[in-house]
């Protein structure tokens, strides 16, 4: 019998660190996620805790980081925990660090008073960074965004056989909802210090992504997703991969002849399940893969 | 035995409306609830269906009325439903159609073409419009609105039982998801023809709902609430009563003093449960109660 | 401005108790939600908590009480709680208790030792204590059992408008997810003492439900319904009132006649939304409805 | 640019198969999720889909097959599936079909007519086959198995550092949702044909999951963990590893000293967030990891 992989930590820290600058205050809301792996044979094999920094004491250390570093942004919050379970204790050998961010913006009031917040909710960005003592990765990300064509995309010449039965089509809906990752190529070998503005890194890659579907005439929507993830990599030379997940959010024409009704593209019914769902990575000419086939959630 | 308040439909039908206003694309997006009352003792007590219109011509109905009327609102949309399905039907004599509504903005691009959309997910708006034949009664609403004050409450002064342990606070963070429902003073007794711009009113009432959220110095979250339901009484004459359930987002301050740290108002535990829930009812001089205490989600 | 109905108090205490039998452990496991109403004007309108018993403290209520009584049932439970309430505080003038219980059985190990558990996840059992210092009301229930009947369905013989396209059908799969919550007879005006056995009742009422879903040769969904409410009123003497509320999960045939195969009843596609839904309350000669038409999951 | 690993399919097809063996009837309630990779550069890079099997058509597949095979078990009826997509289309190079099984319980009835049932919901099983031409891969596995010791477990002498707060416990409860996966050690190198009864092999797997859990005096998760994988590894000769993803469901004892109360281990507060989750796999020796770290639910 051999120990495979093995990893624990906590999971799902909820932290929202307030900064008070005068009447002005800004705030960051996370869930953290820590996984370390390491010398846990023993712990496996025979339940000794010697070698195990316990779950609360991550969920602890996440609390105090925020307060001793704050949270200039997701990445680096994440960099300093990684960081810090690695090279405080002997037996961690690798951290990986997963985080979800909400977005807030401020409810407008009159006067010098800003503290007053509402979530967007719009999408959530996600950030996972992994330290092994040398070299780390920081994979940073959205999940959630749901964007619409309501024209522009056409979907026909496709192998039909025995089972075959869908309708070839010039003009159809094509919605989805974004999961998307990407890797940055800092890995700390050539620039020890990591590179300068990851927020806005992100809203560059966001903003790429959208554009590049809402401007891309579709004949698949594989198609559009390959624009959109070549899109990044064009624009956002940090970024070395990127993997999309985008389900195929159906909407089908509804079918109202039957009431003596002609339905010219107006009237859809969005369904849920099944879908189509289109996965693929798209990497930097040179880049080794590194972001998994799965994307999980967590 | 006797057969009590009963009611049949079709629940959560996802009808999305596009307008081609040339390049230019519009679009609604709505989940439609259809629940009817009436002269239905045979098919509970027999199963003879002859006065049954099938849930499956409910849906056909909501797809059909979406092309024949269009969707100038949700509340107009369901204003449609409802006369119909009481006026057509002689064994149906009230009718209530729920709508969940998914906004969504433009995302820009160059040009003419402009058919691409992102969900903005920040909240989901709601209307149910119930009519018997004679009354009409409409009450729009909206859900999970997450908003924050991260100082500008105080809790305090409160009974101690032997059960009491909880500190009073002179600083804390107040937070809560808004759930809303407004009941409109149109019944069409005096006026046949409802009021005009439903979608008018609903960005007025959830203004108000905001700037009460963010302009009140708290003192404890009914004092909120009961600001927030008195100025969209206040400000929307249309309005007669407005019921809110407001779940109090706890965010605890976290305990940093076993590591030697000050947390001066700065990080927080944002928990899940338990959490208190705040709920009352604010109605206009005269008006009768007419929201239910419980406002489900459908 | 006048405040309506308001409540509030702690929602979800999560509260799992154990008892040691020797080495035969128990458990139950309960999501208490607490209301209370009383004179509560004040805090509403200046913020002044001096009649408020904190939710805090409710949920520290909950756990002691777990502790001082135990937990014989969900309803007994909430009666210790609604009862202490009301008449501990004078402000206090009503208390609403919604329970949820999560049910376990027993791993089978060999000897003695006998503490392990395995969630069953069936359906959840709930139950609604209210006590406004003279009347208790307590209602019990169960929601997310899902059963289906693959025969012994008919649907024909409904109304047909302009809308309708539903093929009429001889043998179809029924299936439903059953929200059922039902209003004991006991009020402590006739006996102060609560009726006894409330676990027994709970298995008698679900055994009955899930008889007459079996049991009944099906000409519509509402047929059923009140087959099973009926049975319930007809064998549970101690039951005035019941109400179902009754999704009609849709098993659609799939159609495999492009494929040259003949689908005779045996492959279905299990659909989500929309869904029909079918509510309807029963009650015993004489009793007067008291369960709300809309019953919320909390 | 390139194009890395890529796939496509119909996602959730929720099928349910219905067998009469006279007044007996039987159900298969799955829900099946296609992959499919191959020769996918163009309709990636121009949108031709010259190359591809539409997903709608994988759907078809999915219900056609479902009377043209019936569905034995999970694996078996992914195994037809694989094969038929990788053998009947020259561009599809591999296959990856995931499913979740959801099981249903009779209801009895008196007499010869047994076709209603009641779902048990208690687990989900899952079930992965892949297949690229030559090899086989299948995994199965289970989620959502909620399960409990009330004593036999203590956590202590583990790691002490700044941010401990974590006091030492000599008996606490121990909680789990056990999410696993298990890979067979089948390719069809060997032995062309699949091994006997997936079924039956199932069973076997959870059984070993949940005595090994009930039976394992524990000192951490870890060390319950391994006991869980090895007894599978260990009594069912057909797996080769096995993936083990636990949350500590963590209950933690309420605090009732304020009250002048004993918690005798009596009491729990049931917290959902944040978790520990502690991951590891097992593997036969001499066998390769094949199970990816991150399990999805998809």
Known sequence: ?????????KAENRVVRVVRDGATHHIKDLSVSVSLSGDMEDVHLS??????????????????????????????????LARHFVTSQESIRSARIRIEEYAWERIGVPGPQQHSFVRTNQETRTAQITFD???????????????LNSTDSEFHGYVK?????????RDRVLATQVHARWRHAWTGDAAPEPPGDWDRSYRQAREHLLAAFAGTYSLSLQQTLYQ???????????IDEIRLSLPNKHHFLADLTPFGLKNDNEVYYAADRPYGLIEATILRDGAEPGIPVDMTNL
């Open 1 to 9: 019998m051999i120990l495979g992989q093995n990893q624990y930590g």
């Open 47 to 80: 339940g000794s805790n010697a070698n195990v920094l316990t779950t609360d004491t991550t969920k602890n250390t996440v609390f105090a980081f925020a307060k001793e570093h704050g949270i200039a942004s997701a990445e680096q919050f994440g960099i300093h």
């Open 133 to 147: 003592g040398g070299a780390w990765q920081i994979v940073s990300g959205l999940k959630d965004l749901v964007v």
């Open 161 to 169: 056989d025995r089972y075959t039965t869908l309708p070839e089509t």
């Open 228 to 238: 959109m993830g070549s899109r990044v990599i064009d624009h956002c030379p940090g």
